[in-house]
């Protein structure tokens, strides 16, 4: 009974603050119907195109609303209402979803639209994403942070693993405009959550919004290796081995309407990896973990491309995202346990940047490659790649892999203890 104690997910968060429970099941179902979207579109580009560089230029199209944005997401959620932010963001991604939506009705839906609705949701994300993640930070102690992010990723796990598969088949057998839809319905409860929320105080004193302080949030976040090693490390695995722009080609070789089957893959492993993450409470040595957990990614990564069988396809992939789930949940606990509060949007900011460009310019770069030597090789040489970058980045960032949570946990508190009495 012990071992199982440690082993299941932490529920305390949901059972201790309503206003976790409220952003928790309002984005569980939201990101049910975003999920929808995320799949569609690269398959409806390729569909429309029959390219793996449009596909992959479609992650592309989000990275710079995405990195100017989250900046700015960063800046004001250390000034201004994050409930407010929440709102406004929210309902300026169901007016994008709204625009896919009516650009699916069109005899020929155009390109264009789809790049432009990518960018736009991303550059809302980034809006988004630093408020949300400062809001959990003042809801929640420091000691429940892990069991937060392992929640988080049960959430995301849902959503990846029915949505996707869902996904596969609607627009096969229905097409992209019942997709949209369905993310377009499913936005209600994320508003409806934003809104019942409660007001929380906002920080003391806080640095007016702008370039000096995206800045004086920058410079924090470098001088501290540990915070720097969690940019990098994971920057480093998803360049060299995300996948995911090139699941439309490897649906052909075993089925159209498979497709959403390689989604739901990445969410079955960071479920696992949640579902048994109890442990995780007990291990202090953070920056060591982030770093086997990326290499171990990207040696999955390399067996799902040298697979020949679907399910075998499938298992290595679900492993690689085990892999990732546990990096994620111990960089998150980095983060939200040792980031003093008057930082904490920006680097928020910062954070989101360092985990999506990996994506987004990974997907671009495997669409090249792909395009230029095949998909296998695209994969195969990106785990490779993958491998040798976490170990020279395990040499180069000792701090980083002797890092211990302890002593994160009390340089937070000494750095909000110093900010309450001298107003910084």
Known sequence: MSLLRHLTVDITPLRISRDYRLLFFGQLISFFGSMMTFVVIPVQMYQLTGSTLHVGMLYAAEFVPMIILSFIGGALADAVD????LRGT???????????????????????????GVALHAGLAGLQRPSYEAMIQQIMPPELMSAVSALNSIRFSIGFIISPAIAGLIIVQFGAKIAYAIDFVTFAASLV?????????????????????????????????????????????????????????????????????????????????????????KVNRHGMMVLVAAGLWGVAIIFFGLAE????????????????????????????????????????????????????????????????????????????????????????????????????????????????????
């Not at 939200?336 to 910062?350: E, H, S, V």
């Not at 040798?388 to 946990?409: Q, S």
């Open 82 to 85: 994050r409930r407010m932010m």
């Open 90 to 116: 929210e309902i300026g991604q169901t007016f994008v979803t709204a625009i896919l939506l009516a650009n699916a009705f069109l005899p020929e839906p155009q390109l264009w639209v789809l790049y432009v």
């Open 193 to 281: 959550a934003v809104w019942m929320i409660s007001k929380t105080p906002g920080v003391e004193d806080p640095d007016h919004p702008g370039l000096a302080s995206i800045i004086k949030g920058f410079r924090y976040a470098i001088g501290r290796q540990e915070l720097l090693g969690t940019y990098i490390v994971d920057i480093n695995a998803m360049f060299f081995a995300m996948p995911m722009a090139l699941f439309p080609a490897l649906a052909t070789k075993f089925g159209e309407s498979t497709v959403g089957l390689f989604y739901s893959a990445m969410g079955l492993g960071p479920l696992v990896a949640s579902l048994t993450s109890g442990w995780t409470k």
């Open 309 to 424: 069988s679907l399910w075998v396809s499938l298992g290595f992939l679900a492993l690689a995202w085990f892999f990732d789930m546990i990096s994620g949940i111990f960089r998150g606990t980095i983060w939200n346990q040792t980031i003093p509060m008057r930082y904490r949007g920006r680097l928020a900011g910062i954070e989101m940047i360092s985990y999506l460009t990996g994506p987004m310019l990974g997907n671009a770069k495997a669409g090249i490659v792909a395009s230029f030597y095949g998909v296998q090789f695209a994969i195969v040489s990106g785990g490779i790649l993958a491998v040798i970058g976490a170990v020279l980045l395990a040499v180069l960032l000792p701090n980083f892999w002797k890092y211990d949570g302890r002593e994160g946990v009390k340089l937070k508190e000494k750095a909000d203890s110093e900010s309450t009495r001298k107003g910084d």
